[in-house]
């Protein structure tokens, strides 16, 4: 065993000796020359070894560092399977070149918060592993390295960290790289690396920090990397990880985290495995990770597991190709603040169209920015969450929704110039919440439909149909967006009315398909040369000023019957030609908020299916024509004026206590059943034809009487089968 300060080839040390550099080290001598071989090398206080000479570790020799810092400046050479220990606290940084020779590993056991470096050029060929690095703490080589390693791997990190300083630290181009979990592989000083060597992942990295990690700078790495189990790559603030020229593969989760950049250029192919970005801090959104992870290049990513953005901000600018292949992105997880987690996109067409987004309540933003994006629905990811909502801002840009299943999203959207389309073939999208979007709300798919929880939900900007259209509600809703129908069909469904307030222009004949089980309302006008079609039950009201060619009831089940509401004289026309043309077979007729009087342009077919007309609600006066094209039936419960002929030669019947009044002149039905109320006569043919038969029926008491100033004389066949009462001051002959 020797001694003492010089290392040489004259002392009398060798391969199988054991050097000790004593504490304290002697004050006039820190410095040794090194020329020699020693099998075990331990230092004990602060030395430096420098010198021209080569110091050789002996096979399975080692060199010991108990504590301080050391340096050792000369070239060094190890025989092989030799092992350098650096006890905690303790640092040794190996200046000089080191030579390594065939089947050479060198193991790195750095202890807690000790540090080993190779500064210098590492050379050399061998046939296995070259480097394992074991302990907690940090080796990092710094060098323009150029060994070869046929081993697998060439550099295995199995707990610490590695540091990756210098472009070419990693040595050959094929050299690989395995960091277990638990360890780090970091980048540091702006590294450029495009090698061919494998670099494979495991785990969360030493102290959570990432299995790889760029700590300053800006590394461009373009080595392929491979996920051997569940693993996280981290950049730290300040700096940039840009991955390129290589695909990320293996089928496992994968975890992107950090204060900094990361920007990752080729393809994602890591299979079902998940993609999460930023790391969740409980309870604490400051500790939440605040990094930009960036998806570009013109590679499409092709994993297939769900994508979370847990904090920070994920970019996805992939060119002519999908950034996001998974069928679920969630966004936010709660802590970030309003807006705080984000996921923006910069480029069209980032997601497939059957990705459901999840916008967490308390913290999440999709941010289509300007940009036209697909997606499957929106739907919140929290929704126990209250107070803030989760946001999706559309900027100018379009967000078509397909709505495969049914999604729910209480959040807001926004933009100026935003538009959303609904291009589903089946399912729902339900907007909960106000919106204040303004480019407008386009059906643009075969089917589907939009389910609305606010008066607001459809932004302010216009609702146009291009293909059909359904819109739903629980309960009653106030819409003051324009509608555009088109030649197409707009369903109305759920178990609340719509009121519909501003003005609808029809530039094709349209259709409303009611099946819900409330009132919808049109209180604005409705123009344009077209036919307006209603189809199914409940009530339609109108209350506007419309001057539209016409309105056609047909497609009613049986029961309930189908309802028009006439809430203005100007519902249905105001003096141009007009057409009420009903082709259902039971229809009600309700007058409300007073009597209407409808004018002379108004026109009123019955089909050969209409069958049952009901009038009820307040007075109505039809000053148009009435023409049946089937015996057919009028109920009523209210007072209804005919100021213009009844035509058809088919007979009619009268039903309920209500109060009919027949003016005119050219009344064309053949044959009157009069089964209860009253009829009034205000002209010689107001009983029809001549020669067709008035039937008073016995099921309710009957009134007629001669309204005019004069006697009326009627030649029709009378079958009495009830009592009637005449009344009036003018005979009835």
Known sequence: MEYGYELDAQSDSGPGDTCILPTPATVNQPNLAANGTCLILQINAAYTIGGAGTLTIATAGNITVSNAASTITCPLAFGGTDTIYTNPGAALTLGGNVALIAANLITVNAGT??????????????????????????????????????????????????????????????????????????????????????????????????????????????????????????SDVGSTLHLFGATISGAFALTLQGTGVGQI???????????????????????????????????????????????????????????????????????????????????????????????????????????????????????????????????????????????????????????INLNGTAGSQAFLSPNTYTGGTNFTGAAGTLILGDNNALGSGPVTLTTAGVLNSAGPRVISNVLNLGANNLTVSGAGGIAFTSNLTLTANATLTQSNTGIVEFSGNISGAFTLTRAGVQTLRLSGTNTMSGLTISAAAASPLASLQIASDTALGNGSPFTLNITVAGVVLEAINGTRTLPNTTLVTCAAAATTVIFRGSNLILNGTFTIAAATGLTIWNSVTFNNNIQGAFALTKTNAGTITLNGGGNSFTGFTIAGGTVNLGAATALGTAGGTVTISAANPVTIQNTTAAALTFTNPIALNGDFTIAGSQDIL
């Open 113 to 234: 918060s000790s540090a080993v470096t190779f500064g210098g050029t590492i050379s050399g060929a061998t046939t296995g592993t070259a480097f394992t690095k074991a302990d907690t703490g940090t080796l990092t080589f710094s060098g323009p390295n150029t060994f070869t390693s046929t081993g697998t791997p060439s550099i295995n990190i199995g707990n610490g960290t590695f540091v990756a300083a210098n472009n070419s630290a990693l040595g050959g181009s094929a050299n690989t790289v395995t960091v277990v979990s638990g360890a780090t592989l970091a980048f540091s000083g702006s590294v450029t690396d495009l090698n061919s060597g494998v670099i494979t992942l495991n785990g969360p990295g030493f102290n959570n920090g990432g299995a790889m990690r760029n700590v300053s700078g800006t590394t461009l790495l373009g080595r392929p990397i491979t996920l051997a189990s569940a693993a996280s790559i981290q």
């Open 265 to 419: 250029s080729e393809a994602i192919s890591t299979a079902a495995g998940t993609v999460t970005v930023g790391r969740v801090a409980q309870g604490n959104a400051a500790q939440n990770d605040t990094g930009n992870w960036i998806f570009d290049g013109t590679v499409a990513n092709t994993y297939t597991g769900v994508t979370t953005l847990n904090s920070g901000l994920l970019t996805l600018a992939k060119s002519g190709a999908v950034a996001m292949n998974s069928v679920s992105l969630v966004i936010g997880d709660g802590q970030g603040g309003p807006g705080g987690d984000v996921v923006q996109c910069t480029v069209n067409n980032q997601l497939l169209a059957t990705c459901v987004v999840s916008v967490n309540q308390a913290s999440g933003k999709f941010d289509v920015n300007g940009t036209t994006q697909v997606c499957a629905g929106l739907t919140d990811s929290l929704t126990t969450v209250t107070g803030t909502q989760g946001l999706v801002t559309l900027g100018a840009g379009t967000l078509t929704i397909t709505h495969l299943a049914a999604q729910i999203f209480s959040g807001t959207i926004s933009g100026t110039g935003g538009i």
